[in-house]
């Protein structure tokens, strides 16, 4: 069964991001070259649909059809805030939607879901913890997909790593659920690889965010202690997303308006290919965010200082490597002047 909806997820996907390449092309959805974009032709989007649908048709059964099933009031809360979001970022992709209706999809789509999770048995007192980390997440999971195959790439990581926590702890629904997500990435990446021959598009990096906050959530509902391993899986997008947003708002900048300032924006602005910077957060998500995750899990009650160490080393590394490719592009600039 297991192997049944993990290839279901990805044929899916195939399927339709090929299908979205010539819709993409027909409407006219393409992202052209320009000063905030970091690829250099002109390249449809939206293809994060042949994710949607890939979840939209697995979600209901693997959660529900395994062992460690949920309510089915979760899994209505999950599916109607992924419709939403992905409906405000497929309208997005489409014609430009404004940023205030569109966060207010994506808080009334975590409010949903976040609701049905707290109905079955924790205080209200954690809505506004959730509402804050869906919401984050759905944006920094948009900002991040930026250069091709890194958002597929994270996803399938994190996804994957949220898996194996949950079947660590007897949880198989959720982790089949979680692994699909991951099945579904892998089938967009085959597209979205360098050099991609389409975008996810806000419809699937919006999508992806919330997917992966509902599973790590889900992940915290079921003891409290794993959000931390859960937290130090996605520890490269959240460092290089929250610095990146945190260093706008204190320099004055419209923090909300789109930019190339995040630091695998930088480091594709200074030479390195984009499968080369990928390449540089697979590096980092195998050799300290996997490892480091396992910690976490196998002694719980060490989790939160492990998880801040490892954010800790990932702000002085985003530090260092943010000053160089500044000091590189003064250099630069300095040596066109003269």
């Known amino acids: ?29 393409l992202d052209h070259p320009g000063q905030r974009r970091s690829h250099s032709l002109a390249t449809p989007r939206g293809g994060g649909i042949g994710i949607v649908v890939a979840m939209l048709v697995c979600l209901p059964g693997t959660l529900w059809s395994l062992p460690g099933a949920w309510p089915a009031s979760v899994i209505a809360g ?47 007192w954690w809505l506004p913890l959730l509402l804050i980390g869906g919401a ?6 948009n900002f991040m997909d930026g250069i091709d195959g890194l958002l597929a790439q994270q996803v399938m990581f994190v996804a994957s790593g949220l898996a194996l926590l949950a079947w660590a702890v007897a949880q198989p629904a959720l982790a089949l659920a979680a692994a699909t997500l991951a099945a579904a990435a892998l089938g967009f990446w085959y597209y979205n690889r360098s050099p991609a021959r389409i975008f996810m598009g806000d ?61 695998y924006q930088w480091l594709v602005r200074h030479g390195g290919s984009h499968a080369g910077v990928g390449g540089g957060y697979l590096a980092w998500n195998l050799l300290v965010a996997a490892p480091f995750t396992w910690l976490a ?14 954010y800790s080393a990932a702000a002085a590394l985003w530090l260092a490597l943010k ?4 000091r590189r592009h003064l250099s630069k600039d300095r040596h066109v002047a003269a």
């Open 1 to 29: 069964m297991a192997i049944g909806w993990l290839f279901t997820a990805l044929l899916i996907t195939l399927l339709l991001v090929r299908g979205a390449i010539g819709y993409a092309h027909r409407r006219g959805m």
């Open 78 to 124: 999950l599916l109607g805030a992924l419709v939403l979001v992905a409906l405000a970022g497929w309208w997005d992709d489409h014609q430009s939607l404004p940023v205030l209706p569109r966060f207010a999809a994506q808080l009334l789509a975590v409010f949903g879901f976040s609701l049905a999770l707290l109905a079955t048995g924790l205080s209200i």
């Open 136 to 141: 984050w997440s759905i944006n920094l999971h």
């Open 203 to 263: 419809v699937g990096s919006g999508s992806a965010g919330l997917l992966i906050f509902a599973f790590s959530a889900m992940l915290w509902r079921i003891e409290h202690a794993l959000l931390w391993p859960a937290l130090t899986l996605s520890s490269a997008f959240l460092v290089d997303a929250s610095l990146t947003l945190l260093t706008r708002m204190w320099r004055g900048r419209r923090w909300y308006t789109a930019h190339r300032e995040h630091l």
């Open 297 to 310: 899990w196998s002694h719980l009650e060490l989790a939160l200082p492990i998880t801040m160490l490892v």
């Open 323 to 326: 000053r160089r490719c500044l």
